[in-house]
């Protein structure tokens, strides 16, 4: 391996690690505020990514449909709900998000001629398709059993996942597909050329970090949310229902994880099922930090990146095994070093 | 306002009242068919032993604990309250625990103390930290320290204020005074009169029984879950059996403390 060849597997491990540090964040933040180990996440960058595509292609992006019914589900349970506790103005506000946002959307993308559409237009509508899911899944699947035990959560996220994975070859078929890049521009620094895409999955990667502590530092929900990951009884006091802190944690998950797929559709191949092997990276990189530090989370993102990158190039049969066992002395490490993530109370 | 309204159950309007509250672990009943009232601009006390069920009937009250019975705040009847509706309504706990957000800073506690406020359109957090902190200037000088770093007394005042921050109709608080310096407690006693004085009601639950009949209007006795007795506060406070049981013998000292 010459010194041009290490700098082009670095570039790779960069990149693919960007959005693992991406993923990871989510995966963290989702297990802080409501103890639940997402395994679906990654089922968001295919589904994020596979929208894009069959909106570009023309087709109405059948996730809506998805969304539609989802959105009726949700609404018939808190119309009932909304009616027994006596707030009938409340209908208007849940029916106008649940159903009517679903429609007017559906409504758009059959008279819109969205194919034709700048790029940036499409990833809109794409993401506008996929992220409520995020929400809607936590107001359906994760609400209801909210209180219980972290072992039941995470065997629900795993039926979830394969729910997902089972509508996404319904959806979109098992054909693979790819995106045009953002841009063709190519960059040369020094003895390497850096294509337009990798620079826009690095730069918006840290944009949305930086984002992302923006919020969590600055804005009273941000500060809501981490005060719900601390003391979930001490802000329940302060009005803060975890209700309320789920869907907005299930929509910040579902926004990283869909344009996670936006951004590394134009460089990989995604089928109906990548998510899934991208998300576990993530889960890799999550697991370093111990599920709850999100700089060691970043910081084993570009790890498990850069070994990806490399393992390929020397071993490319394996690659995803060394990644997979990295998880093995990290867990050692982490189970040898005490503090481990308990079981709440 | 004079001492006929504070010093009688029979006032105008109520903003509180608990209608056969009962709360049981398992089989076990921690609180049994409680009825309490709290009057606008009242401050009432609820004392008793430990485990009498003080701390429950407040969690109950709240919606934090599931309970039967009825809770009626503010004109509005509630079978089984639920927190966060409570603290739309107006309602406030400081609990036992405290149950601050450690790893932040006291500011952002206090900020977060307005969220309900803010939710429901109210952006006025500014002016209500700035009143906070005239109660507390010791929350001031701690402004960007994590909570979890601030000494027992400072987390009082800090829950205390967080709780604040809301501009409750009715505060209830569970041992203000617990585990702090004489001094201290003189000052949290000192507040929450004040708070009275800026028309919040409160439900107040202490051991410091002496303090606290002092400072509040009308009192109740919980023991093991239920009420074993009810009057005004002064009235109470030379009851035999309460001196006999609460107040005991040394009172010179706690008088001292308490004044
Ligand atoms: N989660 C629980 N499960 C079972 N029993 C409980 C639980 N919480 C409280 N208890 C019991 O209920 C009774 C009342 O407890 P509570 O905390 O309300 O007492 P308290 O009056 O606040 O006492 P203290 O003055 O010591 O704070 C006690 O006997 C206690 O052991
Ligand atoms: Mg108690």
């Given amino acids: 391996m010459d010194f041009q060849i290490a700098l082009l597997l670095g570039q790779d491990g960069i990149t693919n690690g960007a959005i693992y540090a991406l993923l990871a964040l989510a995966l963290v933040l989702v297990f802080a505020v409501t103890r639940v180990i997402f395994i679906p996440q990654g089922e968001f960058v295919s589904y994020g990514a596979l929208t894009l595509v069959m909106i570009q292609a023309g087709a109405i992006p059948a996730t809506v449909w998805l969304l539609l019914g989802a959105g009726l589900l949700a609404a018939a349970l808190d119309v009932r709900l909304a009616l027994r506790a006596g707030q009938p103005g409340r209908l208007v506000r849940l029916v106008g998000w649940y159903v009517a946002y679903p429609l007017v959307l559906v409504a758009l993308l059959y008279t819109l001629p969205v194919k034709d559409f700048p790029m940036i237009a499409q990833i809109l509508f794409a993401l506008a398709v996929v992220v409520p899911m995020g ?18 959560l995470l065997i629900v996220s795993v039926a979830v996942h ?8 319904l959806f979109f078929g098992a054909e693979g597909s790819r995106t045009p890049p953002f841009s063709d521009a190519r960059f040369e620094m020094g003895p390497v050329m850096v294509s337009g895409q990798t620079i826009w999955v690095v730069v918006s990667s840290l944009v949305l970090i930086v984002a992302l502590y923006q919020f969590f530092e600055r804005t009273l929900y941000g500060k809501a949310l981490r005060a719900t990951a601390i003391n979930r009884v001490g802000a329940r006091l302060m009005g803060i229902s975890p209700a309320l802190a789920g869907r907005l944690t299930f929509f910040l998950a579902a926004l990283i994880g869909a344009l996670s797929g936006v951004l590394i559709a134009p460089i990989t191949t995604i089928y109906y099922d990548t998510g899934f ?16 530090s999100y700089p060691l989370a970043a910081a084993g993102a570009l790890l498990v990146g850069l070994l990806e990158a490399f393992s390929s190039f020397w071993a490319s049969a394996h690659k995803e095994v060394i990644v997979f066992t990295l998880i093995i002395p990290v867990l050692l490490w982490r189970s040898l070093r005490g503090r481990h993530v308990e079981e709440e109370e | 306002m004079n001492a006929n309204i504070h010093g009688s159950n029979l006032i105008l309007k109520t903003v509180l009242e608990v209608r056969d509250l009962t709360v049981s672990y398992g089989k076990v009943e921690a609180l049994s068919n409680a009825n309490i009232k709290v009057g606008e601009g009242q401050i009432v006390t609820v ?12 969690s ?13 705040f503010d004109g509005t009847i509630e079978g089984v309250p639920v927190v966060e509706r409570m603290v739309a309504r107006g309602m406030n706990l400081v609990p036992e625990k405290r149950e601050l957000f450690g790893e932040m800073t006291v500011e952002d506690n206090l900020v977060l103390g307005a969220f309900q406020r803010h939710r429901s359109g109210h952006r006025d957090h500014a002016q209500t930290m700035e009143e906070v902190y005239q109660l507390f200037p010791r929350l001031r000088e701690r402004r960007s320290q994590l909570a979890g770093t601030l000494s027992g007394g400072e987390r009082q005042m800090l829950a205390v204020g967080r ?16 585990g702090l310096a004489p001094l201290i407690v003189r000052e949290i006693f000192r507040i929450i009169g004040e708070l009275r004085r800026r028309g919040v009601s409160i439900l107040l639950v202490e051991q410091n029984a002496r303090a606290a009949l002092q400072v509040a209007d009308y009192a109740y006795v919980l023991e093991t879950g239920e009420i074993a007795m009810e009057g005004p506060a002064r009235q109470l406070a030379d009851d035999p059996r309460v001196i006999e049981a609460y107040l005991g013998l040394g009172g010179k000292h706690q008088e001292m403390l308490s004044t």
């Fill in chain 1, 135 to 152: 929400p809607l899944m936590y107001r359906l699947i994760y609400q209801p059993i909210a209180a219980a035990p972290v072992l039941v």
């Fill in chain 2, 163 to 178: 709780a604040l921050m809301a501009k409750p109709k009715l505060l209830m608080l569970d041992e203000p005074s617990l």
């Fill in chain 2, 60 to 72: 109950a009250i709240m919606g934090l604990l599931e309970s039967r019975g009825k809770v009626d």
């Fill in chain 1, 162 to 169: 394969v729910a997902m994975v089972g509508l996404g070859l």
């Fill in chain 2, 47 to 58: 004392i008793g032993p430990n485990g009498a069920g003080k701390t429950t009937m407040l």
């Fill in chain 1, 277 to 292: 092997l991208i998300g576990l990276k993530g889960f890799v990189a999550a697991i370093v930090g111990g599920l709850g």
